[in-house]
């Protein structure tokens, strides 16, 4: 019998369990992979996601990728590029999620049950039974946008903002990045004409990574096609690709309709719905949902039930605001307005630079959860 069994190894998880290491409970962490795993990701990661997890940037730095980050390029499709730059310390860090992920999870100091699928899980008296196998008091679904463990209690993560991505990562050869113009301090960003999603060109060193989300997943491979060739013509990226681009998903917070909290479990991460609703960021909201996951656990004292649990959700809703019953004043302008608004604002230096990059995809108005308080 665990205390608390988590199903993800990814950040969430691993986070929740570090957050715990000093609480007495028996912490597992169950994930079908073996690690260091792949991981679809852009992967860039804010100071305050380093600040929040207590990393010491010299020693994650030491055989690990940590690309810092000192502007963006930022452009509807098509459009002239509009750069912010920041002098000084850096403002992001671009990451390896092969390397982070395992990092975080090695540090996590609970007992790691890799290669491990979930399969099923069964009430028991005192919480559950996983795969017919193991008890735990609490289940803490962290397997991402497809959790099984969100899946077994019902929530179905029905949401009208849905995004659906392709991507690439692969580490370029001599050929490649004598070709590749994209400076790795200033990734770049690429809105579509129907306002529907974006996609992105971000160099690690010698890793170089491309993608494009969207809200919806109509005709994506050709959006995706569409986008690469845009890049190409633009002397942006080498002309030859890896073949095979790879798909995931997730869901945005403000509508992700999906029960986080049940007897005896929580969701936390992308298992929750999450991720930021302009930028499509999931770490971030993945670490914090695990912090104050950890603090609703203590206060439990032991008691999983429903109504102990929901704390949590009081804490996710103070953090990261309520969700809303449907589309927002913004979002339900006919698209002809919000297409002419977007193309000039995205234009100018101080929209691109304090609205979408500051606010939207470094979130600098938010401080870092203290995580010296007491959890």
Known sequence: MH???????????????????????????????????????????????MQELNIDLDDYANGRVLQPISGFRISQIGQKQVQSHYPGEPVSYGIRRIEFDNYLLQRSEAKLLTGRAFKHMERIDNGWRINDELDAKLVIGAGGHFCPVARAIGSKGVSELAVAAQ????????????????????????????LNGYGWIFRKGNFLNIGLGREDKHKLSSHVQNFIRYLKLQNKIPQDLPDKF???????????????????????????????????????????????????????????????????????????GKRLPGPDLVERLPLGIKQLFASRLMKTRWFTQKIMTERWFLQSQQEPINTDAKL
Not at 4 to 20: K, R, Y
Not at 37 to 47: E, F, I, M, N, S
Not at 170 to 176: A, G, L
Request: proline fraction near 6%; include cysteine.
């Open 246 to 320: 790879n798909g995931h998903a997730y869901l945005l917070y403000p509508h992700a309709i999906r029960n986080i909290v049940s007897d005896n479990v929580l969701l936390i991460g992308d298992a929750a719905g999450l991720a930021y609703p302009q930028s499509g960021e999931g770490i971030r909201p993945a670490v914090e949902s695990a912090l104050l996951a950890a603090r609703a656990i203590n206060d439990c004292h032991g008691d999983y039930s429903a109504p102990q649990l929901q704390n949590y959700h009081e804490l996710i809703e103070q953090r990261f």
């Open 167 to 194: 991507e690439v990562e692969f580490e370029m050869t001599s050929e490649q990045l004598a070709e590749c113009t994209i400076d790795a301090e200033v990734p770049e960003l690429f809105f579509t004409p129907d």
């Open 3 to 49: 205390d608390v069994l988590i199903i993800g190894g990814g950040p969430a998880g691993s986070t929740l369990a570090w957050a715990l290491r000093n609480s007495g409970l028996d912490i597992a962490i169950m994930d079908k992979a073996e690690f260091p795993r792949d991981k679809l990701c852009a992967g860039w990661v804010t100071p305050a996601v």
